[in-house]
Nanobody, 123 residues
Framework: QVQLVESGGGLVQPGGSLRLSCAAS????????MGWYRQAPGKERELVAT???????NYADSVKGRFTISRDNAKNTVYLQMNSLKLEDTAVYYC?????????????????WGQGTQVTVSS
């Protein structure tokens, strides 16, 4: 089992910045992709950003140019630097970790979730 602990959430004014971090522990072997998702009140959980072991990133269109995802493989930690925050960024942000495990001739990709950290953007 993989345990994910998020931190860095809080209250910030529009245009402000916040940095989230997520540290993975436990059975951390074969971790491949790490990322962040968010869920706003009354909405579905959506992808924010992902990053592979090699450093390839992917962002939701709504956060491109404002958010930056990074990771420290040695520490099994993923970060999300959020700048120019908007009201619509308000949500619970969840850390996500996906493994890539060999299973016979194919692959198994177990996924793990953190408990979430609240980010509130308000004036």
């Amino acid at each position: 089992q993989v345990q994910l602990v998020e931190s860095g959430g809080g209250l910030v004014q529009p245009g402000g910045s916040l940095r989230l971090s997520c540290a993975a522990s436990g059975s951390i072997f074969s971790i491949n992709t790490m990322g962040w998702y968010r869920q706003a009140p009354g909405k579905e959980r959506e992808l924010v950003a992902t990053i592979t072991t090699g450093g390839t990133t992917n962002y939701a269109d709504s956060v491109k140019g404002r958010f930056t995802i990074s990771r420290d493989n040695a520490k099994n930690t993923v970060y999300l630097q959020m700048n120019s925050l908007k009201l619509e960024d308000t949500a619970v942000y969840y850390c996500n970790v996906r493994k890539r495990v060999a299973s016979g001739a194919t692959w198994w990709n177990p996924t793990y979730w953190g408990q979430g950290t609240q980010v509130t953007v308000s004036s």
